[in-house]
């Protein structure tokens, strides 16, 4: 089974920046981003296929946000620009087994909080 541990989160003013990492244990297909704010149902942020050509984001965060992996480090990136206090919300990483269809996540990882102050 594959682990996934997040990093990066933490406190920063609107109009900043993040970048937050997920290392996974193995090879995996789809990487992505979700997150879920207090009251709210967990939501799509961002995913990448496995070569990096192919990435979807959430409406919400297009222009702003940007997802990137480097496979030799079996990680994926969020680097988030322009945050906004609405971006508020525990980030969670998730990952498809290496050989399955895009968009699919069976792993995921414990969170990593990320807070922005106006």
């Known amino acids: 089974q594959v682990q996934l541990v997040e990093s990066g989160g933490g406190l920063v003013q609107a109009g900043g920046s993040l970048r937050l990492s997920c290392a996974a244990s193995?090879?995996?297909?789809?990487m992505g981003w979700f997150r879920q704010a207090p009251g709210n149902e967990r939501e799509f942020v961002a995913a990448?296929?496995?070569?990096?050509?192919?990435?979807r984001y959430a409406d919400s965060v297009k222009g702003r946000f940007t997802i990137s992996r480097d496979n030799a480090k079996n990680t994926v990136y969020l680097q988030m620009n322009s945050l906004k206090p609405e971006d508020t919300a525990v980030y969670y990483c998730a990952a498809g087994p290496y050989g399955s269809n895009f968009f699919k996540f069976d792993y995921w990882g414990q969170g990593t909080q990320v807070t922005v102050s106006s």
């Open positions: 193995g090879r995996t297909n789809t």
């Open positions: 990448i296929s496995w070569s990096g050509h192919i990435t």
